[in-house]
């Protein structure tokens, strides 16, 4: 095992990787921006180094300053999170060529997965289902409306480079196309500095359901089983819960082994997620993968009773993989929350400020994973996710019980602050959501809307997230809470306390 790392991440998960080292007798190196100064992790690891200002270019995504942090302090490896350079090839290329062992993926299967049109192809080689779509990316105008005719229409135009929702636009009729096409092109290119785009079948009112896999370099590997992370507003995930509901064994096991097989095809190695759109006749079809840490990962964590970052702690020092697929076993049911500081009343706008109370909740099976403390000050600098509030229960009424019992006792106040708890709640709510029939548009019906898919304005906006709304013609945007839906919600303040 290291005798020390570096971790090159904020906040919440920063904590949660610190957690892990120190379980596993691991020294811990933070780094921090300035506006990171007092934050959490600055106190728990056992050094810390601030590497820039507060703009994350210049500190959590500046490799320069991260691999000088690691130099100058002895770190044997470098923990990336998830977000900024979690998932950046070229930053695990410096690391290696700086004798730091990246964790996670190798550069190779990170490019070649990063590539999602390359992903698309290699998982159709592994013997994964694919939504209908081209085979590679599409070049030219009149080839890719080829395509889009023998596919079929509603039809979506996503870039190579993107994932995670972002540069994707949705076309739901052949006059449209040629327009939408060249928009996504040229927007691709000023986003990822990549052009190229490849076709999908656009899968109407799927569910999201994404499998946990670890590979250790060995060609060991094994599923941790799946989470249903359905509940999303433009493309920021709302509640997340494991295993996906309302699914039959047979499915979710066929899912689980297909993920699988794909990871091990790929040679990846560590920590991974792929993500799959699973249909109303329980039909699933590969999307991408992620390579990384994600942030619903301790709902997996909670029904498998594997840490995942142990695991990628050991399988990055080199142990193999400790764990048999027959070894997993999955139980009972978790639900995560993720509380954001943003008024849901407002279009989920960030509502920075400092915490002048902040009582997290407890009690039996429920965790709490948050950077939170009172008197932290939330800035504006980064993603507004404050607390992860995760339960598990054998069941799901129970560990929905539990849910709605946690959030209940979540006091989180400050002056302008306001938290996504409400709106959580209102989620929890939900009679399709109770009954575990529920898809992508859960969150738009919620917010008024009428389950609409991304239209194609808002979705060709291959912007990143923050400067997406500004980059959409107000006609076109879906408001987060139109007036009919935002008159028709009591005007809840952001604490339980003060809505009953
Ligand atoms: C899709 C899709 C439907 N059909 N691909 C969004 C995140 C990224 N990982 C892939 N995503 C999707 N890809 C095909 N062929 C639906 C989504 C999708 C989604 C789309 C619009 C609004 C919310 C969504 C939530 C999850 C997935």
């Known amino acids: 095992m290291f005798e020390k790392i570096l971790i090159a991440n904020r906040g919440e998960i920063a904590l949660r990787v610190a957690r892990a080292c120190r379980e596993l007798g691991v020294r811990t190196v933070a780094v921090y921006s ?63 060529d700086n004798g730091l062992v990246f964790i996670g993926p190798s550069p190779e299967v990170m490019l070649a997965l990063g590539d999602k049109a390359r992903a698309r192809a290699l998982m159709r080689e592994a013997g994964l289902p694919l939504p209908p779509g081209s085979l590679a990316t599409v070049e030219t105008a009149a080839r890719a409306r080829d395509v889009a005719d023998e596919i079929g229409y509603p039809v979506i135009i996503k870039c190579a480079a993107g994932g995670g929702g972002r540069g994707m636009t949705v076309v739901w009729s052949a006059d449209e196309f040629g327009p939408a096409y060249e928009r996504t092109r040229i927007a691709a290119q000023a986003v990822f500095g990549d052009d ?33 992370c359905s509940v999303q507003r433009r493309h920021q995930k709302l509640v997340e819960e494991g295993p996906a509901p309302a699914l039959s064994a047979n499915t979710l096991d066929a899912l689980a082994g297909s993920a699988l097989a794909g990871a091990l095809r790929a040679g990846y190695t560590g920590a991974g997620t792929f993500e799959f759109l699973v249909d109303e006749a329980e039909r699933f079809s590969f999307i991408e993968v992620n390579c990384r840490i994600q942030v619903e990962h301790p709902v997996t964590e909670m029904i498998s009773g594997v840490d995942l970052v142990h695991e990628q702690l050991h399988i990055a020092a080199g142990v193999p993989l400790r764990l048999r697929q027959e070894d997993v076993r999955i139980s009972g049911v978790a639900v995560e929350c993720r509380v954001n500081v ?6 989920f706008a960030p509502t920075p400020g400092r915490l002048s109370r902040f009582v997290p909740p407890s009690g039996p099976f429920t965790r709490v994973d948050t950077h939170g403390y009172p008197g932290y000050l ?99 945007a879906v408001p987060a809470a139109p007036a009919v839906a935002r008159s028709a919600l009591p005007t809840t303040a952001n604490h339980p306390r003060r809505s009953r």
């Not at 943003?342 to 279009?347: A, M, S, T, V, Y």
């Not at 209102?426 to 738009?444: E, N």
Request: proline content about 7%.
């Open 342 to 347: 943003e008024d849901p009343d407002r279009g």
């Open 34 to 96: 300035v506006a990171d100064r007092d934050s959490a992790v600055v106190r728990l690891a056992d050094e810390a180094v601030c590497i820039g200002p507060p703009e994350a270019r210049q500190s959590y995504r500046n490799a320069a300053a991260i691999v000088e942090a690691a130099r100058r302090t002895g770190a044997q490896a470098v923990h990336p999170g998830y977000g900024f350079l979690s998932e950046d090839a070229d930053f695990a290329e410096i690391c290696a």
């Open 196 to 228: 190229r785009v490849y076709l999908e079948r656009y899968l109407v009112q799927a569910r999201h359901v994404e499998v946990q896999v670890l590979c250790d370099g060995y060609g060991n590997g094994v599923h941790l089983g799946t989470r249903d």
């Open 378 to 476: 939330v800035g504006p600098y980064y993603d507004s996710l404050l607390a992860k509030v995760v339960v598990w229960a054998p069941e799901r009424d129970l560990a929905l019980g539990r849910m709605e019992r946690a959030l209940h006792e979540f006091d989180v106040e400050g002056p302008g602050v306001r938290t996504t708890i409400p709106f959580l709640r209102r989620v929890l709510d939900d009679a399709g959501f109770r009954k575990g029939r529920y898809s992508t548009g859960l969150v738009d019906r919620l917010l008024g809307g009428a389950e609409p898919p991304p239209d194609p304005v808002r979705a060709g906006s291959a912007v990143p997230e923050a400067s997406a709304a500004a980059a959409v013609p107000a006609a076109a």
